[in-house]
């Protein structure tokens, strides 16, 4: 079913102060949000804001994307390194493209039977590469090429038709199911994402109730955690692989060194699988703040124990520098976000 987020409550509603930004000693700007911390039996330990704000939670939920293709069977040996490129936004950095594009090899397709679309790579690099070599961006140069790359290999397993982006396609079908199960509730509606495949809405505590999920599942579960175990356990493995140098994702989960997985997604959600404590996090910043955003999952893991001071600390207080490279403000969880329960560690 399509349809518009209007069928559930808005993401501006109820949202509160999350991050402030400040200027020469005043508060400049202040973020607003959502955010919901879960336990491994779905239940709501804490909130700030709407729980039941609808929200698309974009390339957060890409680990539940490729979750009914590893649960199926059909990834087998796959290695640790696509996996992680399978639940990656990542920047196009050469790592990035010239894995995929083995993949693409060993799958016996390629780039053109990819369906994100082509966009010049985030990676500085990689971009002047392209450059100097006068040559255009490709679909391999997509953030969400190691995602789709993984639908393609799971659309060969169903022996399913090519235009695997198509809501009613068996892959996206897989997907929406594995969604609905994990979240604990049908999504009432989606949308294209940016890549071109279906996003499918949720609340943010539906959000947080699917990283739970994550969290807590075990090796010696069903198909389904142990599958939830391999894709966690891959994006830990190999933060690179997930986004790249000098992004959140990929500083955040080395900063915890395997006591938890991270991912970032469009319009300021970002998501957090805590598996030592068995939680799951989301959060939306209602404006879309992907700097606001990164500050507040920093807060939240902070909170729950999961990064000390020092570890958080990039992300807690990023400085604002101008175009002489001068300190001109910095970025900071708002009041009480930083608060660390009993009990929570460090």
Known sequence: MNGT?????????????????????????????????????????????????????????????ALPWVESGAAGDTPDALLALACASHQGAVIHTEAVGRWLAALGLSEADLRCGAHPPTDREAAEALIRAGRAPGQIHNNCSGKHTGFLAHAQHLGAGPEYVEPDHPVQRAVRAAFEELTGAPSPCHAPDGCSAPNFATTVAGLARAMAAFAAAGPGGGARARAMVRLREAMMRHPEMVAGEGRACTGLMRAMGGRGAVKTGAEGVFVAILPQRRLGVALKIADGAGRAAETAIAALLHRLGALDAAEAAPWLRPGIRNWRDLTTGHIAPAPGLLRTPPGAGP
Not at 21 to 26: A, N, Y
């Open 5 to 65: 987020a209007g069928q559930g409550g808005c993401v501006q509603a109820g949202a509160v102060p999350m991050v402030e930004v400040w200027r020469g000693g005043l508060v400049e700007s202040v973020h607003a949000g959502h955010a919901v911390v879960c336990d491994a039996t779905g239940a709501v330990l804490e909130a700030w804001g709407e729980p039941e704000a609808l929200i698309y939670p974009r390339s957060s939920c890409k680990m539940v994307q």
